[in-house]
């Protein structure tokens, strides 16, 4: 048989579109032509398939070789075609038969001695392709991951020759079973080290409560990293489909790790990397931190250190968990529902209001120093605290100071609000649309007339007032309370404005007296 066709996937984004390899032998001199839209890489396969097939004493037929990749419009790259390639001009030249390839589907690259390299986004290749009925042929150091994807049937290879023989029916590649991987396996560190600081853990537990945004300010030690390290550690697992779309993601960047199996992902990148390295992109596109971020946390220490080009990026996924990354040849879409934590010094040295009197910042450029972060991000930010200096005789080594509330006892609450708020409306509060919110965030009279006051007061915009509302409902959850009542909104209400001590002494009246753990 002259015409042999093999499948395999391309990745696009997230997803992995079904690619037929067609390998044709015809007359005239010997040449290998590879069509439908190749790059570099795909194109130099033509040479690195020549070496292996020789190296493993098959016989590359002297006849013009076409090599089809359909659709002809959908951009391939990589390595992960040599296997196909391969494979179909073995079946072309009737060195292999050919009706084993329906039943499969293939992607390795090969070394020049026929061994199989791995390839980026196995995982993501098979997720895409488990609904197909067809089972998957990868090299042996991708197999693991994509076998985690539940009713998949993946087979680990090692050489050409094994694929080979397992097409033949002389040796049968073995099936290979999921990982044995612990769930949150990857240790992760704990609240309880953090010392005082009740307000701001008590912001914590509601950011990993409702799934809201949270700026940290104060003065340098103050303990803003050591917090926002910590909210990993109150959310709870992810469930599998969470953890299969995390780490497809993490597949896609070739980062995956199998002690992270449902770990939520912790990302910090310097203040210094570029808005490509936060959104994604590329010539072939691939995630960026805020994807890799998805489903877990992305902290930005410094804010205002940041260009202010790079912050601006963050505006759009922040409302729709969603980055579109649009190129010339292609459009790729990548998930970033992720939860964003910053830190900054409330001035240049850092020292503003600590009780030393070292700051020596004078208003303008105080003013100038957080002017850096633009109002329309800093609106999406759901909660925003002070995070003060403590005393020395607070954070002394030895000292006796009681114990510290543990993350586990936290997340169990947050564990507890979540499943009210995913009973209620199948969403975290942070999720919560206009409409979600006139359905279940409603609060009563008293509560309604206080946030009509604060917003006319302090000049708060209808999203920051929406806001208020789901930091609110998420407060109320945490209280199992089915109402929003006037505390809940006054300590939402609370958590807007960090810099206003004009407002805190509004809100700290109808604030809970104690911001400890309940």
């Known amino acids: 048989m002259s015409v042999a066709v093999v499948r395999s996937r391309a990745l696009a984004g997230l997803a992995a579109p079904p690619v037929s390899v067609e390998v ?17 890489e795909v194109r130099e396969a033509r040479d690195r398939v020549r070496a292996a097939l020789q190296n493993a004493n098959f016989d590359f037929p002297a006849r013009k070789v076409t090599v089809n990749l359909a659709p002809a419009d959908l951009p391939k790259e990589s390595g992960r075609f040599d296997l196909p390639i391969a494979l179909g001009i073995l079946a072309a030249s009737g060195q292999i038969p050919t009706a084993a390839l329906d039943h499969y589907e293939f992607a390795g690259e090969l070394a020049l001695t026929g061994e199989l390299r791995a390839v980026r986004g196995a995982l993501a290749m098979v997720l895409s392709a488990r609904h197909d009925g067809r089972a998957f042929v990868l090299p042996r150091a991708s197999a693991a991951e994509a076998a985690l994807v539940p009713d998949a049937s993946v087979h680990p290879a090692r050489t050409l020759l094994e694929v080979c023989a397992h097409l033949t029916g002389d040796a049968p590649l073995p099936r290979l079973a999921p990982m044995a991987v612990d769930a949150g396996q990857a240790s992760a560190p704990d609240l309880a080290e953090v010392r005082g600081q009740h307000q701001a853990k008590r912001a914590l537990e509601i950011a990993a409560a409702g799934g809201h945004s949270l700026l940290l300010c104060g003065p340098p030690g103050a303990g803003k990293s050591m917090l926002a390290h910590r909210l990993p550690s109150l959310l709870p697992p992810l469930d599998e489909d969470e953890a299969l779309e995390v780490a497809a993601i993490a597949s896609l960047a070739g980062r995956f790790d199998p002690a992270r199996w449902r770990v939520r992902p912790y990302r910090a990148p310097h203040h210094t990397a570029s808005a490509v390295a936060i959104v994604g992109g590329g010539s072939h596109p691939r995630p960026g931190e805020i994807s890799l971020a998805h489903r877990g946390v992305l902290f930005l220490d410094e804010l205002p250190e940041w260009e202010r080009r790079v912050l601006e990026v963050l505006r759009e996924p922040i409302e ?47 003013r100038a120093y957080r002017s850096r972060i633009s109002g329309p991000l800093l609106d999406r930010i759901d909660l925003a605290i002070d995070v003060p200096a403590l005393p020395p ?81 998420t407060i109320a959850d945490l209280a199992s309370a089915d109402t929003v009542g006037s505390a809940h909104v006054a300590e939402a209400i609370g958590y807007r404005r960090f810099d206003s001590a004009e407002f805190a002494r509004d809100a700290s009246p109808a604030m809970p007296a104690r911001h400890g753990p309940p």
């Open 393 to 473: 005789d607070e954070i002394a080594i030895g000292c006796d100071a009681p114990v510290a509330e543990p993350s586990s006892r936290v997340r169990e609450r947050v564990a507890t609000a979540r499943a009210r708020q995913l009973a209620r409306q199948g969403v975290c509060n942070a999720g919560l649309t206009v409409a979600d919110l006139q359905r279940h965030g409603v609060p009563d009279e008293q509560a309604r007339a206080l946030a009509t006051r604060a917003m006319s007061r302090f000049g708060l915009s209808a999203r920051a007032y929406h806001r208020i509302l789901k930091v609110a409902r």
């Open 320 to 366: 729709s968990g969603v980055v579109q990354i649009s190129r010339a040849a292609r459009q790729s879409v990548f998930p970033a529902r992720f939860q964003l934590v910053a830190a900054m010094n409330p001035c240049p040295c850092g020292w503003l209001g600590h009780a030393s009197g070292r700051c020596h910042c004078s208003p303008d450029r105080v």
């Open 24 to 40: 044709y032998l015809g007359g005239g001199l010997p040449a290998v032509n590879i069509v439908g839209l190749p790059e570099t």
